[in-house]
């Protein structure tokens, strides 16, 4: 079982900076990686998948790297509304299986 | 633009079974380009994936929940459904109705979404 990591657990930044989130995995994705931002009482948004490409939509202040183990979602130029909980997600080839990770909040500083 | 809207029960006896139900409005379910499922979120934990389904019938489980998940599709009502069998306290939280797009992985993200509807087991 892959277990996935977020870090921090709460990332307290000032609008207008920014904010670099990591995700962990236990074992390596390749580029099986997506993420996701939640608002108080919605639904969660997809915001990226395969670990770079932005939904449609999405400002180019949000990006995402890496591949393997090791992941990073950044907002640059936070604007008021980011600030919310972000989850990454891996998905599998096969056999098909999803798993969340434990999510960062984004706060105000 | 895609719509999903959860409805059932709010309250649900330990043991008994929880059943819900997402309404999809502006498309068909009467295709495979897209898959259909469930995820639920515990109060205060992370998102868990239950179950994704294709029109074909072709259905994936969560592992740790595949013994007791049942999911149908009713094109018919444009409609699919959840049933969760012997539920405990540790079953309850908010239960997400999904939609996601066939693309190189048979399940891969999640790009609608229903509101949530809370779910909470106690007697």
């Known amino acids: 079982e892959i277990v996935m990591t977020q870090s921090p657990d709460t990332l307290s930044v000032s609008p207008g900076e920014r904010a670099t989130l990591s995700c962990r995995a236990s074992q390596s994705l390749g580029s099986n990686l997506a993420w996701y931002q939640q608002k108080p009482g919605q639904a969660p948004r997809l915001l990226m998948y395969?670990?770079?490409i932005r939904a449609t939509g999405l400002p180019a202040r949000f990006s995402g790297s890496g591949s393997g183990t090791q992941f990073t979602l950044t907002i640059d130029s936070l604007q008021s509304e980011d600030f919310a909980v972000y989850y990454c997600q891996y998905y599998s080839d096969w056999p098909p299986e999803v798993t969340f990770g434990g999510g960062t909040k984004v706060e105000i500083k | 633009q895609v719509q999903l809207q959860e409805s059932g029960p709010g309250l649900v006896k330990p043991s008994e079974t929880l059943s819900l139900t997402c309404k999809v409005s502006?498309?068909?379910?009467?295709?495979?380009?897209?898959?259909w499922g469930w995820i639920r979120q515990p109060p205060g934990k992370r998102l868990e994936w239950v179950v994704s389904?294709?029109?074909?019938?072709?259905?994936y489980y969560n592992p740790a929940l595949k013994s007791r998940v049942t999911m149908s599709v009713d094109t018919a009502k444009f409609q699919f459904s959840l049933t969760l069998t012997s539920v405990t306290a540790e079953d309850t939280g908010v239960y997400f109705c999904?939609?996601?797009?066939?693309?190189?992985?048979?399940?891969?993200?999640?790009?609608?979404w229903g509101q949530g509807s809370l779910v909470l087991v106690s007697s």
């Open positions: 502006d498309v068909s379910l009467h295709t495979n380009s897209f898959y």
């Open positions: 395969a670990a770079s």
């Open positions: 999904v939609r996601g797009e066939r693309g190189q992985q048979v399940i891969s993200v999640f790009e609608h």
């Open positions: 389904m294709y029109y074909s019938g072709s259905t």
